[in-house]
């Protein structure tokens, strides 16, 4: 049963922050994390792919505000900003209380563990060959400055064999144990005729490490 840890939730207030920030008074917790897991889901589904890497949600007593972090903002505000108005329209139905909507871009992908994950799962729905993926997925991203080390892991009927097996690949250095070490993790699946894919992604972050 080791190793099963979420790196980013283990390192909570070491060097990872809360994806969302409110606290709730009289009994609506439960009904406030429904309404930020219905807000991530419906995003996720509607802009799939590497577009978005993370939602964050911040609540203030009248005000919610999503910010939305993604590597192709302009399908998310589309032309002239209409896109960005029709999100903010759905998202309404989901919430009544008033909301405010941020798009932040993200200029390298290759160091957000999320994004690449995503292009993974992406290149395997369209049947390229799995062990050329992730060599030339961990070679370019190791060539990134902001990256110190990279594992990529995929498991399933891998190839369309007929029994499901796990391939992975390292470059560089991941410190897992080390709780000062930044770690970005993420997974993702691949939809494939043979079935699913899973995805995931370990980024070891070339920020040093905190307290340093």
């Keep these: ?71 192709k903002p302009g399908i998310i505000i589309g ?34 563990a999320k994004l690449v994950a995503d292009s993974v799962a992406e290149q395997l729905e369209r049947r390229m060959p799995f062990r050329r993926i992730l060599k030339q997925t961990a070679e370019r991203v190791s060539q990134n400055r902001e990256v110190a080390g990279i594992r990529i892991q995929i498991a399933g009927r891998l190839g369309g064999a007929d029994m499901s097996r796990r391939e992975k690949i390292s470059k560089g250095k991941i410190p897992l144990q080390t709780l000062r070490a930044n770690i ?8 494939t005729t043979y079935g699913t894919v899973g995805v995931k992604v370990w980024l070891y972050k070339n920020q040093g490490e905190k307290g340093e």
């Design 184 to 191: 970005d993790f993420s997974k993702a699946t691949a939809i």
């Design 79 to 112: 032309r002239g900003g209409k896109g960005m108005e029709d999100l903010k329209k759905e998202l309404h139905k989901i919430v009544r209380t008033p909301l405010r909507l941020e798009i932040q871009e993200i200029r390298n992908p290759d160091a957000y």
């Design 1 to 71: 049963m080791g190793r099963k840890v979420n790196p980013v939730a283990l390192r909570l207030g070491i060097n990872k922050d809360w994806i969302s920030k409110w606290f709730s008074k009289g009994g609506k917790y439960s009904a406030l994390l429904k309404e930020d897991h219905n807000l991530r889901d419906f995003i996720a589904k509607k802009y799939p792919r590497g577009a978005v890497e993370k939602i964050l949600i911040e609540r203030n007593p009248n005000l919610i505000n999503v910010i939305i972090r993604s590597a």
